[in-house]
């Protein structure tokens, strides 16, 4: 399978994606608002994909100068017309991610599989700005995308059995397998485990312990291979508290309630590694 795959965003995971598609083989174009974002991503990617081989012994993998080429970076989002696959990874705020629907909607044909990658949002009401909600499925890549092997898929409420079928496809073509469950905001992953690293920031509130104690005993004492705050740190503690708010909103629960120390972190621009502090400094 060759496809022409748009990548919106081009932040963590909209790079990991991009590279991804890339090395599959697959012709890719990468949108973002700055052109400062996007040569950001364009020279991130081209050093992973220069020392991919160092990290994936295993692998035959096609050398930079091969995969560089089918990669486009771009503001312009009319070059996803004729797109047969749109991957989209702006932030976790959903007026951002309507936005961009919306304007989708109205630039892509109506062949053209929408996978959402988010952490939270209900894919269903992501389908429910299109025109074909059947083309609309929620793929939750993992990070760092090209080094892992399984994505959580969501079906929405409208998504055919064709739509699952071809975004398999797709990500076969880049040696990934989806685990595919329902929607409600959350999906499985992060309604669970967004409970844990804001449980583990209470923790650090409340003086109980040091970040780097709550991490060793989560990865010495239950054998997980990072902590909870060292996984918020690497997803982005902005994206972190954007998915609880989302979480708290939809459920009404206050089990999702953020954490004020995470808040008074994103305040103080302190977004994890993206930004070279969170709970480590990088
Ligand atoms: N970070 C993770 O570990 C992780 C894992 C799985 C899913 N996600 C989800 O993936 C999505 C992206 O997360 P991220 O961590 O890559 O965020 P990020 O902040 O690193 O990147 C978002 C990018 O989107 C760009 N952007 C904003 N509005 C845009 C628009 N209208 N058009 C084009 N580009 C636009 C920004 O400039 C930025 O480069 C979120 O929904 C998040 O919940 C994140």
Redesign the pocket.
């Known amino acids: 399978m060759s496809v022409k795959v748009g990548v919106?965003?081009?932040?963590?995971?909209?790079?990991?994606v991009a590279q991804s598609a890339a090395q599959a083989g697959h012709e890719v174009v990468v949108?973002?608002?700055?052109a400062e974002?996007l040569e950001k991503?364009k020279a991130s990617i081209y050093q992973n994909v220069r020392f991919a081989g160092f990290y994936q012994k295993d692998k035959q993998l096609e050398p930079v100068d091969v995969v560089m080429p089918r990669l486009t970076f771009t503001t312009d989002?009319s070059l996803l017309a004729d797109a047969d696959i749109i991957v989209?990874?702006?932030?976790?705020?959903w007026e951002?991610?309507r936005?961009?629907y919306v304007?989708m909607n109205e630039i892509c044909n109506e062949e053209t599989v929408f996978l959402?990658?988010?952490?939270?949002?209900s894919i269903t009401k992501i389908g429910s700005l299109m025109k074909r909600p059947d083309k609309v499925i929620g793929v939750?890549?993992?990070?760092p995308v090209p080094m892992k092997p399984t994505v959580e898929s969501i079906k929405g409420w409208h998504t055919s059995e064709e739509t699952i079928q071809f975004t398999n496809d797709f990500l076969g073509s880049m040696e990934k397998k989806a685990i595919m469950v329902n929607d409600l905001p959350g999906f499985v992953s992060?309604r669970l485990s967004h409970l844990l690293m804001n449980e583990a920031a209470y923790v650090v509130q409340d003086q109980v312990a040091d970040p780097k104690s709550v991490d060793d005993i989560f990865k010495e004492c239950f054998g997980h291979k990072m902590g909870p705050l060292e996984t918020a740190d690497?997803?982005?503690l902005?994206?972190v508290v954007?998915?609880l708010d989302i979480l708290y909103e939809s459920y009404q629960d206050p089990k999702f309630r953020v954490c004020p120390l995470l808040r008074k972190m994103v305040e103080a621009g302190l977004?994890g590694r993206?930004s070279g502090q969170g709970f480590y400094s990088y």
Not at 116 to 121: G, K
Not at 140 to 143: D, G
């Open positions: 919106i965003g081009a932040g963590v995971m909209g790079s990991g949108v973002d608002l700055q974002v991503s989002y989209e990874n702006v932030p976790e705020v951002i991610k936005d961009c304007k959402v990658n988010t952490s939270c949002i939750h890549f993992m990070n992060n690497l997803i982005g902005d994206t954007q998915s977004h993206k």
